[in-house]
């Protein structure tokens, strides 16, 4: 049974089609990154997939349950789903809306019904494991850039889902964060859980992927292996992951040579 | 120049609102009111809100005010901070509402408008001082519950006392939303500031000040949206759970009985 599957799922924000009758299939334990530029469709995938908004035509299943606002309605459907799937956001600063860091960590857990021992034995635990135990009673919204993601990541994680979606989540961090966060996410990941993330890092993709889906326009326009979809340049070209860098050198002679960006 | 007091409000708004949301500000205070259950507090400060609406002698409500004054500075909390953030606001704003009532109420004219001859009624000021009194009595007392207690005890006693979980929700959030507001409004008028060379003509500065206004709404909106998923996304259905449990103490009881005591004796003074 696949984790996650979708048929012809058409997502549109006013006139604008995110989604154009998407096809994939995300099998379970798999890291998968979804590659592509902005506006590509990545963030609102992963909002889908994390049943926060539902296509205006198609089908979404998780581990062949169909994710629709009906079921998302019921109780015990949405607490089994919010146990197993974790979401980080883009932008930590939507994420985070409590008091202080401690609070915050800890806001998920009880959400979803843990104990209150639990609670403080497991947000005690994680905050060391982020190393960000001396942040705990600051307000979250206070903090750096780079705090703020390892924060946004530990109120996550913190649940240890089965399944983890990521939106972007080395963007806007200096070169040190960024491999905090990928080193955080090999650790945590173990090769045992399913990671899909979005990105258009290619520095990172073979660290927090065995497998590629490109997007473009809404659809998949490739599926492979990390190594096989960086090799592709006429790929990366065409869905805007890579452009062509032109520069004088001394000699006068003009030069050009694909260009990424990684800390976009 | 309205653009510069724009920024001014919003860079004062942003400061007291942070302000105002930090816990661990008002929690490391340590005075009467801090030791409180968040219970009592929205019980007790209630009961004596609802004692100065009702009360239609002013003595009354002025013991009430009076009472209120005295928890803050039993409470650690500023006067400076209660003068800028209440009294003065709150009778700029009432001022406005009840200035009318001075002139338009009938009754014994004390004073007349050198050029205008319009009378002020020792009723009308009555009235007005009513008005006044009553909102800055209540605004104080409400003050007090914010920078006495986080915010989140402040929502989880609310849903203890049987505020619907709609209503909680929506309070809960609306203030991370105001803050997200602000701190926004606060991005867009520096990066502004950062591309502009020299003062704007009139015609200019109200053409950026409603442009503003207009972008700030819709990236404000869909923020605000962000976080309601943000919170969603981690289990959140609309209760409130938080890890400290609420207790309470013998000297909770006594408080909440002296809360009570002194919101009856202020309705048995007033008959």
């Given at each position: ?24 299939s ?6 998968v990154?979804?590659?592509?530029a902005?506006?590509?469709g ?16 198609g089908?979404?299943r998780f581990?062949?349950?169909p994710m629709?606002e009906?079921?998302f ?14 979401l980080?956001f883009?932008n930590?600063?939507v994420?985070?809306f409590n ?8 806001f998920g ?5 843990w ?8 947000v005690?635990?994680t ?26 990541l530990?109120s996550?994680l913190?649940?240890d ?6 939106d ?25 859980k399913?990671v ?6 290619l ?8 497998r ?7 659809l998949?326009?490739a ?7 960086l090799r592709?340049?006429e ?9 062509a ?5 001394r000699?006068?002679?003009?030069h050009?040579?694909?260009?990424v960006?990684?800390?976009? | ?7 001014r409000?919003?860079?004062g ?6 302000l105002?949301?930090d ?12 030791q ?9 400060l ?6 100065a ?8 409500i ?9 928890l803050?500075?039993?409470s ?12 003065i606001?709150?009778?700029?704003f ?16 004390l ?8 009378p ?12 006044l009194?009553r909102?800055e009595?209540?605004a ?5 519950l ?7 005890h402040?929502?989880?006693?609310l ?6 979980v709609?209503?909680?929700?929506i309070?809960?959030?609306?203030s991370?939303?105001i803050?997200l507001?602000?701190?926004?409004a ?13 003062p704007?003509?009139?015609?200019a500065r109200?053409?950026?000040?409603v ?15 962000d976080v309601y ?11 409130v759970?938080?890890?400290?449990d609420f207790?309470?103490?013998r ?6 009985a ?5 919101a009856?004796?202020a ?5």
């Amino acid at each position: 049974m696949m984790l996650f599957e979708t048929t012809d799922l058409t997502y549109s924000y006013d006139r604008v089609t995110a989604l154009d009758r998407l096809n994939l299939s995300i099998a379970e334990g798999s890291r998968v990154a979804l590659v592509g530029a902005n506006g590509s469709g990545k963030s609102t995938l992963l909002r889908i997939l994390d049943g926060l908004n539902f296509g205006q035509s198609g089908t979404v299943r998780f581990r062949g349950e169909p994710m629709t606002e009906a079921h998302f309605a019921s109780d015990e459907f949405a607490f089994s789903f919010r146990r197993q799937v974790g979401l980080v956001f883009q932008n930590p600063d939507v994420q985070l809306f409590n008091p202080t860091v401690f609070d915050e960590v800890a806001f998920g857990p009880l959400q979803l019904g843990w104990s209150k021992s639990e609670v403080r034995d497991r947000v005690g635990e994680t905050l060391d494991r982020f190393g960000i135990a001396h942040l705990k009673d600051r307000v979250p919204h206070r903090l750096s850039g780079g705090e703020k993601k390892r924060v946004a990541l530990a109120s996550v994680l913190v649940t240890d889902p089965a399944v983890l979606l990521l939106d972007e989540p080395t963007a806007a961090l200096d070169p040190r964060s960024q491999s905090q966060v990928i080193d955080l996410l090999v650790e945590w990941g173990g090769g045992a859980k399913s990671v899909i993330t979005a990105t258009h890092n290619l520095a990172d993709l073979e660290d927090i992927a065995d497998r590629c889906l490109v997007l473009d326009g809404g659809l998949v326009v490739a599926e492979a292996a990390p190594a096989e979809i960086l090799r592709n340049r006429e790929l990366l070209e065409r869905s805007n992951l890579i452009h062509a860098h032109r520069h004088h050198h001394r000699s006068g002679e003009l030069h050009s040579h694909p260009h990424v960006h990684p800390s976009e | 120049m309205r653009l510069h007091f724009l920024e001014r409000t919003i860079d004062g708004l942003h400061a007291g609102l942070a302000l105002a949301l930090d816990a661990e500000n008002s929690a490391a205070a340590g005075g009467l009111l801090q030791q409180l259950d968040a219970r009592v507090k929205v019980a007790g400060l209630f009961s004596l809100i609802l004692a100065a609406a009702l009360a239609t002698r002013l003595w009354v409500i002025a013991a009430v005010f009076a009472l209120a004054v005295a928890l803050a500075a039993l409470s650690r909390v500023s006067f400076r901070v209660l003068a800028t953030r209440v009294w003065i606001g709150a009778l700029a704003f009432t001022g406005a509402i009840a200035l009318p009532a001075v002139f338009l109420t009938p009754g014994v004219a004390l004073y007349r408008l050198p050029a205008l001859h319009w009378p002020i009624t020792a009723q009308g000021l009555t009235t007005a001082g009513f008005l006044l009194l009553r909102v800055e009595t209540a605004a104080t007392l409400a003050l007090l519950l914010v920078f006495t207690t986080p915010w989140m005890h402040v929502l989880k006693a609310l849903r203890v006392l049987r505020v619907p979980v709609l209503l909680v929700a929506i309070l809960g959030m609306a203030s991370r939303y105001i803050l997200l507001l602000l701190e926004t409004a606060h991005e867009m008028f520096e990066s502004r500031k950062s591309r502009t060379v020299g003062p704007l003509a009139g015609a200019a500065r109200r053409h950026v000040a409603v442009a503003s206004s207009g972008v700030l709404l819709s990236r404000s909106l869909q923020l605000s949206g962000d976080v309601y998923l943000a919170m969603q996304a981690r289990g959140f259905r609309g209760d409130v759970y938080l890890l400290d449990d609420f207790a309470m103490t013998r000297f909770d009881w006594l408080a909440l009985a002296a809360f009570l005591a002194l919101a009856a004796a202020a309705v048995w003074a007033d008959r």
